[in-house]
């Protein structure tokens, strides 16, 4: 077994079948959705803040190492997140504290498309935003498809 440690995402190989990271996999996650940032509005946001907090509030006292980090989210500030003239996602994120830390970035939807899952974050303590942003997504998902069914149905 080895590990390759890349800028963004640690492959690993095991007997020759390749594994993607799980931030990857969260990326592909949404992609494969077909979900992109003209499908999200401040409201969506709000709902992935709800399921980052339950998935903290669940998964941190599993661990000691988690437990002892008391990560929370961080109180959302309107300069956080840009959204363009149809309010659909520029770019923004969620931010997190914990018991030594303030302001670290959570899950953040840059520019350009490209998602980061609090990158400062070791194996354990990166798996409730994960959890929580494939949640999201099949949420989002499911709003998207009421949508698209209620065009439809006025068309």
């Given at each position: 077994m080895y590990v390759l440690f890349c800028k963004r995402k640690?492959?690993?190989n095991l007997g020759g079948k390749e594994m993607k990271d799980e931030r990857e996999e969260a990326r592909d996650y949404f992609k494969n959705?077909?979900?992109?940032?003209?499908?999200?509005?401040?409201?969506?946001i709000r709902?992935?803040?709800?399921?980052?907090?339950?998935?903290?509030?669940?998964?941190?006292?599993?661990?000691?190492?988690?437990?002892?980090?008391?990560m929370r989210l961080h109180k959302e500030r309107k300069k956080?997140?840009?959204?363009?003239?149809?309010?659909?996602?520029?770019?923004?994120?969620?931010?997190?504290?914990?018991?030594?830390f303030e302001s670290r970035e959570g899950l953040y939807f840059n520019s350009d498309g490209f998602i980061g899952f609090c990158g400062w974050a070791d194996c354990e303590n990166?798996?409730?935003?994960?959890?929580?942003?494939?949640?999201?997504?099949?949420?989002?998902?499911?709003k998207c498809q009421q949508k698209q069914q209620i065009l439809e149905e006025k068309e």
């Open positions: 640690i492959t690993t959705r077909r979900l992109s940032y003209k499908s999200i509005y401040l409201t969506h709902e992935l803040r709800k399921l980052i907090k339950y998935e903290l509030q669940t998964y941190l006292p599993t661990t000691n190492h988690s437990r002892q980090m008391d956080d997140l840009k959204f363009n003239r149809d309010d659909f996602l520029i770019e923004g994120g969620i931010w997190i504290d914990g018991s030594y990166k798996m409730p935003f994960i959890i929580a942003f494939k949640k999201w997504c099949d949420w989002l998902c499911s």
